[in-house]
């Protein structure tokens, strides 16, 4: 089946240590994004990327990092510098054309800071 | 900088009443929008979406949201209300051919039997 593939699902982390988040997408999309779920706050774009090796900041991208070497894949680094990692991070593909593409969602992954 | 105000967090209906959910959005040019609904323990999913033409869309499940490009607004409706629409819902913008999509806080509906 065509659809998105995030993993882990649940992720514990000691304060102080990276942890990488990985996305898979077999739609053949181009455009891929990442998000980060609070409580309250909806959504909030951490950064997206609109074709291979190229990637843009979204609005809270301070203390991530990601790549994009492949179509198919597009990590996220949560750094130690991230002050408030702890979330569900949702990551999302796209096929890009235009401004009207439908975002296509994984299900999704829970990282815990101890 | 675009950003998306969706003013009611959480809404409890009865079944069969009817559901407006506003959505204000800031931009001021070409503007694509979204409405996602997460229902409890599903993926994210595509509800209905604007990006040209008539003003009123219709989506799945018996919802459509009215683009009033003069208020910047996309408030969904949906006129009687069922107890399988308890989830939350998310109003989305993408402003002109940018790849970045702006999410709003998100609205719980919680609708009582």
């Known amino acids: 089946d065509g659809g998105i593939t995030q993993s882990p699902k649940y992720l514990f982390r000691k304060e102080g240590q990276n942890v990488t988040l990985s996305c898979e997408q077999n739609?053949?999309?181009?455009?891929m994004y990442w998000y980060r779920q609070d409580p309250g706050q909806g959504l909030r774009l951490i950064y997206y990327?609109?074709?291979?090796?190229?990637?843009q900041k979204g609005d809270i991208a301070e203390g991530y990092s990601v790549s994009r070497e492949k179509k198919e894949s597009f990590p996220l680094t949560v750094t130690s510098a991230q002050k408030n990692p702890t979330a569900f991070y949702l990551c999302a593909s796209s096929t890009g054309q235009g401004a009207a593409g439908e975002l296509f969602f994984g299900e999704g992954s829970r990282l815990t800071v101890l | 900088a675009q950003s998306v105000s969706q003013h009611n967090h959480h809404v409890i209906l009865s079944e069969a009443a009817s559901l407006e959910l506003g959505c204000n959005y800031s931009y001021g040019g070409t503007v694509n929008l979204f409405w996602y609904v997460q229902y409890p323990g599903q993926h994210l999913q595509l509800l209905l979406k604007y990006f040209s033409g008539d003003p009123l869309v219709k989506g799945i499940k018996g919802f459509e949201a009215e683009f009033i490009k003069s208020k910047f607004s996309f408030n969904l409706r949906k006129p009687s209300v069922q107890w399988s629409d308890t989830a939350e819902y998310f109003c989305?913008?993408?402003?002109?051919?940018?790849?970045?999509?702006?999410f709003g806080q998100g609205t719980t509906l919680q609708v009582k039997p």
């Open positions: 990327s609109q074709i291979v090796n190229d990637f």
């Open positions: 739609l053949n999309h181009d455009a």
């Open positions: 989305a913008v993408k402003a002109g051919n940018t790849g970045k999509l702006i």
